[in-house]
């Protein structure tokens, strides 16, 4: 059995008002579809631990509660 190399995937999610909070960061390994899913902080931060070395697609969703209204997605 060998040993996989791993990483970590950390940043800020953020708008021209500062870090948005519980935005939803998607990771997808692009060799195997693995797919890892966070949340950010409070202040936007998010991190990843333990993630394969390699080639990942990562977006991001970003839902905005509006009073009355439900969601809107940014």
Request: aromatic letters at 2%.
């Amino acid at each position: 059995m060998s040993a996989q190399a791993i990483t970590h995937l950390e940043g800020i999610v953020e708008d021209r008002s500062g870090g948005i909070a519980r935005a939803q960061v998607s990771a997808v390994d692009t060799v195997t579809n693995e797919r890892r899913i966070t949340i950010t902080n409070e202040c936007g931060v998010y991190r990843m631990l333990d993630l394969r070395t390699g080639v990942n697609s990562v977006s991001v969703k970003i839902v905005a509660h509006v009073a009355g209204d439900g969601e809107i997605l940014r």
